[in-house]
């Protein structure tokens, strides 16, 4: 695969769709779930998404469930979910691996272009440290997702530019969306 233009993601109702459908657009692609403490990104991203929609910015939402089974409900849960509680309107994929053998080709690709770097010294980066230490003492040295709620950013020429933790702040987040549009 050589671009992200080149790659197909699934929607909730089981469609396949292309990823050159957002060609010149300015895309975050997030894997999340619904009962995690980094959950309430669902606002800052809804947020941003209404925002910044109409001058080009998409937001591609990955459903997972790979990390401490914070999302176990089907994908019509899972959005009713983020439609009641965060009154989301931005596309849902379907519920996926973002690590493993079983890992969608999206994030295979995104984690080749942009691995991981570490959470920062802010307290939730440290706590995820800790956490993820615990886990896996060489899990800096793996490009892997380590939890729910990593970001990916992608230019308007499909270009991944930046790679986000769950513990980065929202507004860095949102402004290097604007920075690209």
Not at 127 to 142: F, S
Request: aromatic share 12%; charged share 30%.
């Amino acid at each position: 695969m050589n671009s992200f233009y080149d790659l197909t993601v699934e929607n909730t109702k089981g469609e396949t769709i292309s990823l050159a459908d957002f060609k010149g657009k300015v895309v975050l692609v997030v894997n999340t779930a619904t009962g995690c403490g980094f959950t309430p990104q669902y606002k800052d991203l809804e947020s941003m998404y209404k925002k910044l929609h109409d001058k080009g910015f998409e937001i591609i939402d990955v459903p997972c469930n790979q990390f401490a089974d914070q999302t176990p409900g089907t994908d019509e849960e899972i959005n009713e979910f983020c439609t009641i509680n965060y009154h989301t309107t931005f596309p849902r994929m379907k519920k996926s691996d973002v690590n493993g053998e079983n890992a969608i080709p999206l994030f295979k690709f995104l984690k080749e272009q942009k691995g991981f770097d570490g959470f920062g010294i802010t307290p939730k980066g440290i706590g995820m440290t800790a956490v993820l230490r615990a886990m896996d003492k060489d899990y800096k040295n793996t490009p892997d997702i380590k939890w729910n709620f990593t970001k990916f950013l992608i230019d308007r020429e499909g270009t991944v530019v930046a790679r986000f933790e769950p513990t980065e702040r929202m507004e860095k987040v949102f402004k290097a969306v604007e920075e690209l549009l």
